[in-house]
């Protein structure tokens, strides 16, 4: 008996110098590679909330156009304020990346009346660095699906909030207008909203 364990032994201590034969080569075949091994890499993500008062609101999101191009003339940017958002572009420019309308965030109560207010005539100015001018034009609100739209006017939407929570977002949008030699830059303006409870 005492051969035959010796025999059966031996294939497996042949088979255990093998596998660590092959695993210091794919070792060494590693470490051959630059850059195939690499250190922990370390990022940095940031983190916010909004925190809304009882018959308030705060604003969660500016309004933002994205980045445009005047190729051929001057056009149009028309913002849907939706949950959404989709930008139509018109005339002789190019649009890329973000399409973000104003966003605010309110807290009333379920089922109450919420009056909210744009700028006069539905209009704003943004400016950029040189004082070069554009206008934002036939401002809108969409506050679906948290509230439905009661009444509205050229400057006043009036809303019933549908969230049980008494939670509501509302979005404004509107249509920029780009003229034909609008100068370069960063163009920022504000608006005001006023919003009232019943």
Known sequence: MGPKSLLA????????????????SLLAAVLAVPGAVRAAETTTVGATTVLVEDLSVVKSED???GNIIVAAGGG???????????????????????CQPAEFVGAGRFNRLVRVRIPPSGRMTVTNATGATMRIDQMDINGTPDTLV???NVRSFRFRILNPSGLFYFRVGGRLNVGA??????????????VQYF
């Open 9 to 24: 032994a031996t294939p497996i201590r042949g088979l255990c110098a093998l596998a660590c034969l092959l695993l210091a």
């Open 63 to 65: 309004m933002d156009f």
């Open 76 to 98: 149009t940017i028309v913002m849907n304020p939706t949950v959404t958002p989709t930008c139509a572009v018109t005339g002789g420019l190019v649009h890329s990346g973000a």
């Open 150 to 152: 009661v009444r509205e």
């Open 181 to 194: 030699s609008q100068a370069v830059g960063t163009y920022t303006g504000t608006f005001d909203i006023d």
